[in-house]
């Protein structure tokens, strides 16, 4: 959730982790949104993960790809 205010703009998980530090680009994109404004919706991150975020369900194992290659 993105909510933005005259004073700040927030970026929060669904679990109410606050990600806006993560996020700058973000967070100056919402500069030109009006005030008031709450947006709900999923992101879609390609890339690293900021702040050591781990990404739900991502496996510890190398891609299959890779696995066994050095047999």
Known sequence: ?????????????RHGTDLTPGFPELVAAAAQLPYDVVLDGELVHLGRWPLG?????????????????SR
């Open 53 to 69: 975020l781990r990404v739900p369900g991502a496996a510890a194992e190398p891609p299959r790809g890779d696995r066994g290659a």
């Open 1 to 13: 959730m993105l909510a933005h205010d005259q004073e700040q703009t927030l970026l929060r998980s």
